[in-house]
């Protein structure tokens, strides 16, 4: 597996900031959308909170529903489902 380094001007579809020259994560929400690593994860802590039924601050709901438009509904929500079943790991 080859990690893809993004274009220096690539902007995170998740926050819309530039992830600059640094290594992207892979999204947990479609396994294949390319975020920044601070995004990332952000990511696994809004599953491992919501897999234990904690409140999720909003700035993190605006961005899970960022993400939810960048991929499309029904794909996100059957990761979203998936990582739930698995506990948030």
């Known amino acids: 597996m080859s990690i893809r380094k ?4 690539a902007t995170c579809p998740r926050c819309l900031m530039s ?3 640094k290594y992207p994560a892979t999204s947990r929400r479609d396994n294949d ?3 920044c690593t601070y995004c990332g994860v952000q990511e696994a802590l809004v ?3 919501r897999s234990r039924g904690a409140h ?3 700035l993190q709901v605006e961005r899970e529903a960022r993400m939810q ?3 499309g509904v029904d794909k ?3 990761t979203l489902d998936n990582a739930l079943r698995k506990g948030g790991s």
């Open 19 to 21: 992830m600059g020259a």
């Open 69 to 71: 438009q960048t991929i």
């Open 47 to 49: 599953d491992l909170a």
């Open 56 to 58: 999720i601050p909003e």
């Open 33 to 35: 959308t390319q975020i």
């Open 76 to 78: 996100f929500n059957a």
């Open 6 to 9: 993004p274009d220096t001007f």
